[in-house]
């Protein structure tokens, strides 16, 4: 995808639309990141932003071709780990992890500190550059990458400066995270789409505001989340019941609406159609 320059909310809103309906191999995961954090600040000049990441994956060629080892992936991901983490700094923020900060990645790349998902992005970002395969995995609670080069494959930890993960590692980590009862199993070696990368990054920011009782500053964050996934039939449900907690009827009516157009038979469901009703008698 073309590097569009988008100076306006409307600008930003439509390219964000645009990539919600792209094929999975054709979204710029870490432009689209960067609208994301550009949609509240519009004025706000992606194009030294990009320049930064253009600047991070020259320097990781560069250091792969003075050493010549550009054709293993111990080699790559050397080198990608020595610019990212060495010579421009960037760490996990595991000091003040759910700062608002770490999930917003102008904030990231001007602070040098990220969740994982975040520093993920910029991870990927460089190797996919060079010419790795390189995916997010579906591993619930801490955002782990999976690089290839070559044939060989090898799992990494955006937030702990790209260290490797052995299965025992993972292991480990699920049961810290999940409970000593939790197993890995195939589906946490899962490739996640950008798509969900991205809707993982703003969720992580949509749970902390929340968490934190800012729904008006919340929801913002979930109608940036339908842009990119307009028939998530969950997303409208949380914009109708933000809506309504805000007390704004009509909004919430029709994103509860939504939900119940798209959303098959769950378990939230009859509890939302008896909400909406409850609403639509409170409007008249």
């Not at 439509?14 to 949609?39: F, K, Q, W, Y």
């Not at 992936?73 to 608002?100: C, F, K, M, P």
């Amino acid at each position: 995808m073309n590097s569009i320059p988008a100076t306006t909310r409307k600008d930003i809103e439509d390219e964000l639309r645009r990539v919600g309906s792209l094929p999975n191999g054709e979204i710029n995961l870490a432009r689209t990141a960067l609208l994301l954090a550009a949609r509240e600040r519009p004025a706000v000049d992606l194009s030294a932003y990009e320049n930064h990441l253009s600047e991070m994956t020259r320097e990781a060629g560069a250091r792969l071709v003075a050493e010549n080892s550009g054709e293993s992936l111990e080699g790559i991901i050397t080198a990608i780990n020595s610019v990212l983490y060495e010579q421009y700094g960037y760490r996990g923020d595991d000091e003040n992890y759910d700062d608002l900060s770490n999930a917003d990645l102008f904030s990231v790349i001007d602070r040098r500190r990220g969740l994982p998902v975040a520093l993920g992005i910029l991870y990927l970002h460089i190797a996919r550059r060079l010419y790795c395969e390189a995916d997010g995995l579906s591993f619930p609670g801490h955002f782990l990458i999976r690089v290839g080069y070559g044939g060989e494959r090898r799992v990494l930890d955006p937030f702990n400066e790209g260290r490797s993960c052995t299965p025992a590692d993972m292991r480990q980590l699920l049961k810290a995270l999940a409970g000593i009862d939790a197993e890995l199993t195939r589906e946490h070696y899962a490739a996640s789409s950008d798509l969900q990368i991205l809707l993982r990054l703003q969720n992580n920011l949509k749970l902390c505001l929340l968490r934190a009782q800012k729904a008006d500053e919340a929801l913002p964050v979930v109608e940036s989340m339908l842009l990119l996934a307009p028939e998530t039939p969950d997303l409208w449900r949380e914009a109708g019941l933000i809506h309504n907690h805000l007390g704004q009827l009509r909004e919430g009516i029709h994103a509860l609406e939504q939900y119940l157009n798209l959303a098959g038979p769950d378990e939230h469901r009859q509890e939302t159609a008896q909400l909406l009703e409850e609403m639509r008698g409170r409007l008249n």
